[in-house]
Structures are given as C-alpha cells and as structure tokens.
T-cell receptor, first 115, second 115 residues
Framework: GENVEQHPSTLSVQEGDSAVIKCTYS??????FPWYKQELGKGPQLIID?????GEKKDQRIAVTLNKTAKHFSLHITETQPEDSAVYFC??????????????FGRGTQLTVWP | GAGVSQSPRYKVTKRGQDVALRCDPI?????LYWYRQALGQGPEFLTY????????KSGLPNDRFSAERPEGSISTLTIQRTEQRDSAMYRC?????????????FGDGTRLSIL
C-alpha cells in the first residue's frame, strides 16, 4: 500500500511569516493529493487538493506544489494568522484495484502561529 | 444538514458490550468511508462503500468489526464484544463520486471509550 511521510511534526511561526509542510509518498500511480486542517474537537476539513496533471495550485493564502518525479508535495501558507493554528494532514490515495478510494494519511503537523 | 453527521459524539461502554456508530453522509454522496484516528495520528482507513456495496473492508482490524449501508445512505459501524484497545475516535467521510481522486469530507467523529 501507499506510504505517506509528513514533516515536520511541529512548526511554530510568527504571525505574518510563511509556513511550509512537506509530504512524500511511495506509490507512483497516486494521482490525487489532498490537504486537511483539523482544529481541536473537529473532524479534518479539506482545505486544498491537487491532481497529478498540475504542478501547483493556489487558493488565496494557501498553495500546494507537486513534484511527481520526486514523489513529494508541499503545503505553503503565506501571511500566517493565529487562526491558521491547527493540525494539518496530507494524504494520498491507494490506486490499486479493490483499494480504490482509500486515503493514506501522514502523521500530521501541529502548526502554531504566534501573534 | 450540510455536512457529514455522526452519532453519538461520545460513547462510553464497558468491555464486552456491543456498540453501533452511525454516519449520515452529505446528501447525494455516493461513497462513504470509515476511518479510525488515534491521538496524535492521522486517520487510518477501515472500510468504504459505493452506494450500498461494501467495496473494501481490508482495514477492519478483526471480525468483531463490521459495517453496513443497506440503502446507500446512512451507515452503521458495529463493534462486537468491545475491548479496551478499541478506544479511539471513529470518523466517517463521504464523497460525491467514486474513485481515488474524489474529495472526501469528514464528520466530527464519535469518541469511543471502553472501560
């Protein structure tokens, strides 16, 4: 199955600075890479995703980049705000036969934005 | 409602009892997924359905765990003869379409505690 590694496990930044979280995956057939934000007591919320036919996608202060050759993808948050503080998860799908639809998640990054 | 709804939010039960966890997906969503999330970890896949058909149950830990979605909408995850190691957050997600590149939207989960 897919193996997703996520780094760093914790990240502290000053308000206004940028934050970058990186993930690697093992299955070269994977073609969809979502990022989730999880606040305390809540379920993971999809914030952005990218498909393998593009290298970058932006949505306001959030961007995701994908390098299929190196099998890694990254989440970039610019102009961070205290409300960006949360746990962020990357994920990649299984794309093999009966496991179609399953997502494999990274272990998460606790982002803290200091005012 | 607009999102994935799970009930109960919290469930405390004694070891050996059976429990049933319910998931009501977003209206019209074809696929429904069950995950389990340990503290400090990403969600871990259990099983998923397309309509009423269970497509993949390879993530279920053992035969005490089962799931159904008889009418292709609401799903129930049942754990028989619960053990303390079953204590975790159980999360449900749904997606509009089938396949590994469909965005999955999560509910707020059921926190299960086995005494």
């Amino acid at each position: 199955g897919e193996n997703v590694e996520q780094h760093p496990s914790t990240l502290s930044v000053q308000e206004g600075d940028s934050a970058v979280i990186k993930c690697t995956y093992s299955d070269s057939a994977s073609n969809y890479f979502p990022w989730y934000k999880q606040e305390l007591g809540k379920g993971p919320q999809l914030i952005i995703d990218i498909r393998s036919n593009v290298g970058e996608k932006k949505d306001q202060r959030i961007a995701v980049t994908l390098n299929k050759t190196a099998k890694h993808f990254s989440l970039h948050i610019t102009e961070t705000q205290p409300e960006d503080s949360a746990v962020y998860f990357c994920a990649a799908p299984a794309d093999r036969g009966s496991t179609l639809g399953r997502l494999y998640f990274g272990r998460g990054t606790q982002l803290t934005v200091w005012p | 409602g607009a999102g994935v709804s799970q009930s109960p939010r919290y469930k405390v039960t004694k070891r050996g009892q059976d429990v049933a966890l319910r998931c009501d997906p977003i209206s019209g969503h074809v696929s429904l997924y069950w995950y389990r999330q340990a503290l400090g970890q990403g969600p871990e896949f259990l099983t998923y359905f397309n309509y009423e058909a269970q497509q993949d149950k390879s993530g279920l830990p053992n035969d005490r765990f089962s799931a159904e979605r008889p009418e292709g909408s609401i799903s129930t995850l049942t754990i028989q003869r619960t053990e303390q190691r079953d204590s975790a957050m159980y999360r449900c997600a749904s997606s509009l379409g089938q396949g590994s590149n469909q965005p999955q939207h999560f509910g707020d989960g059921t926190r299960l505690s086995i005494l």
